[in-house]
């Protein structure tokens, strides 16, 4: 069983920054492909990037590309999401994903094995 636990999420004004991190225990970190969804409600949920065990390939949604970055830090357990250039469209609540046995997996949420509860990013235009 994998924990994980996003922070980070808060209300911040359009233009600004915020950095979620994600905590995940339960398993070697580095054995854990991660991503970063975000959901609105009535909406289904979207990828917004997601990055490789090792930390060496990333991948992104159009919608952040150049504006988001996604790390992890292996020592500490913990995958980030350092968001600038803030919209009020990027308001939702973004979930943290793991899943084990891959190197990346990309932006289906459907192959994703554990989940966090999320965290609220609210950003008023």
């Known amino acids: 069983q994998v924990h994980v636990v996003e922070s980070g999420g808060g209300l911040v004004q359009a233009g600004g920054s915020l950095r979620l991190s994600c905590a995940a225990s339960g398993r070697t970190f580095s054995s854990l492909a991660m991503g970063w969804f975000r959901q609105v409600p009535g909406k289904e949920r979207e990828f917004v990037a997601a990055?490789?065990?090792?930390?060496?390939?990333?991948g992104y949604a159009d919608s952040v590309k150049g504006r988001f970055t996604i790390s992890r830090d292996n020592a500490k357990n913990t995958v980030y999401l350092q968001m600038t250039s803030l919209k009020a469209e990027d308001t939702a609540v973004y979930y943290c994903?793991?899943?084990?046995?891959?190197?990346?997996?990309?932006?289906?949420?459907?192959?994703?094995?554990?989940w966090g509860q999320g965290t609220q990013v609210t950003v008023s235009s």
């Open positions: 990055i490789s065990r090792s930390g060496g390939f990333t």
């Open positions: 994903a793991a899943r084990l046995s891959t190197y990346y997996s990309g932006s289906n949420y459907e192959l994703y094995d554990y």
